[in-house]
C-alpha cells in the first residue's frame, strides 16, 4: 500500500508530508484548494509526464517521493529484479522536476527510467478518476481480472504449461528443417569434403609423430650426406686429383730411395708407414658406415608428402591439423543427419501436432470456464448498479477468438469488459460509452466485486461521487468501504456521505502566506472531521443541524 507521500515545490505546495495507513481514506475541501495539485504530485511520483508548469513559481525544481509498503510477492519485485535492482521491504518512487520541464525518475534512490517507474506505478496504484482512467479501463487487464473473479489460476496454469511445451516442441521441428535445409543446399560439397576427409583418413596426434620423423629423417640424411664427403675427401673420384693415402705412399718410396747411411730418415719413414694405417682404418670405418645404411630416402618423401597433405586439408577446411579428425566426424554426422533427416523431422512434426492438440485442449477449457464466470461475474456487478444511480447500465463480457498469432500462454481469448448504460443500446467500451462520473462509478461497482482478485494494493478515487447525493452518494460510500476491506482506497470527495465512511479524514485547503497561496492538508481528529463533514452540509454557515447530521453520517460510518 502507499504509505506516504512527500512533496516539494509542486504548483501551490512548497512542503508536505503525508501518512497513510490502510482502509478508506478520504480527501475533502473547497473547489481549488489542490486535491487535483495531490493527485498530479502522486501521478508524478507513478511516472505520468511532466511539465514545467508542475514547478511552484521561482523555484528550479519540483520533487515527489512515493513510498510503498507492497505485499510479499508482488510483482513489483520481480520487475525490480529483472532490471538488476534489489528489492527492500518498502519501495520509493521519486521523480524530479526541472523548471524547463526535463526530469529524472529514481527507485530506492537509484536512477531509472521513466518508462520504469510507469510499469512500477501501474501495477501499485490504480487511479479511476473524472478523465483519466487506468487499470479496468485498459483492456488487457480483463482476462486476467475474470481469471481471478472466477478462481481460474489453475486452468490458466495448465494453458501456459501446455503452450511452452507446444512452443518448445515448434522451436525443436523448425531447428530440424533449418538443419536439413542447409545440409541440403551443401549436400554437394559435404559428400565431396567427406570423401576426400575420409580417404586422408586424419588420425589423432598424427601431425606431432610425422613431424618428428620427419626431422630425425633429414638429420640421418645429412648424416649420410657428411659421410660420403669425408669418404669422398679421402678417395677422391678425380683421377688427376692425388688421394691422401696416395700421397702417402709416394712420399714413403721418395724417403727410401735415400742413400745410406739413411737411419735419420727411419723416424719419417714410421710416422708415414702409421699415418697409412690410420687412413686405412678410417676409410674402413667410414666405409662400413656408409653400408650400415643410413635415412631411407623414399621415406622422408613418403612423411613429408602425408604431412603436407595433411596441413593441406586444415588450411582449406580453417582448422587446425589436430582438429582435421573431429571435423571429418562432424561432417559425416551432417551427412547422416541428411540422410536420416527426413525420418527425424516426421517425428518431430508428429510430436508438434500433440503438443499443439494438447494447447488446444487446455485452451479451450479454459474459455468454458471464462464464459461460466463472465456469466457470474455479470450477474454480481448487475445487483451492484442500481444502487450507484446505474440501473439502466448493463455490464456485458465478451469473450472472442483471437487469430492464431494471437494465442498465448494465457489460452486463446480476448476479454472485453464492455458497457451499455442505456436499454437497447449496443455495449462498448468502459471508457467510451459511459460519462466521467457514470465511468467511475461503474468502475466502483467492478471494483466491489472484483476486489479479492486485484494484484493493485492501492486505489485512487478521484470524485466518484460528482454529479449524485443523497441515497445514491451513501451507496457510494458504503462500497467504497466494502473495497476497503481488502485494499488501501484514497477518494477525493464533495460528499459528505462518502467522507464519513472513511477510516481517516484529510482536508485539503488554500491559504496566503505573504504575498503567495499556498496549499496545505490537514488529518482530522474527529470533532474537526464533523465540522469538515457539516460544512459539506450546510455551506459557508455551519449551523447546529448540519453538525447534527454530520454526527448522523459518521456513526453511520462506524
Known sequence: MLSSLAIRDVVLIERLDLAFGPGLTTLTGETG?????????????????AES?????GQAQASV???????TGHPAFDMLRDQGIEP??????????????RSRAFVNDQPVGVAL????GALLVEVQGQHDQVGLADPTSHGGLLDAFGALEPRRAAAAEAWSSWRAATKRLHEAREAIAAAQREEEWLRHAVGELKELNPEEGEEESLATERQRLQQGERRAEAIAAAIGELTPRDRRSASPARALREAARALERLPPPNEDAQPALVALATAQDALAEAESALTRLMQEGGPDPRRLEVVEERLFALRAAARKHSVAVVELPALAADLRARLEALDAGSGRVAALERDEAASRKAYLSAAVTLTDARREAAARLEKAVAKELPPLKLDRARLAIDISARDEAGWGPDGQDRVAFLVATNPGQTPG????????GELSRLMLALKVVLARGSPVPTLVFDEVDSGIGGATAAAVGERLARVAERLQVLVVTHSPQVAARGTAHMRVAKQVKGQRAETRVDTLPNTERREEL???LAGEKVTDAARAAAESLLADGR
Not at 527492500?88 to 524547463?100: C, G, I, K, S
Not at 467500451?429 to 466521467?436: D, R, V
Open 88 to 101: 527492500e521491504d518498502d519501495l520509493v518512487l521519486r521523480r524530479v522536476v526541472q523548471a524547463d520541464g
Open 429 to 436: 467500451q468502459l471508457a467510451k460509452i459511459a460519462s466521467g
Open 33 to 49: 484548494a489542490g486535491k487535483s495539485i495531490l493527485l498530479d504530485s502522486l501521478g508524478l511520483a507513478l511516472g505520468q509526464r
Open 534 to 536: 457539516a460544512r459539506m
Open 65 to 71: 517521493a512515493a513510498a510503498f509498503h507492497p505485499p
Open 53 to 57: 508548469g508542475m514547478v511552484r513559481a
Open 117 to 120: 517507474l510507469r510499469r512500477l
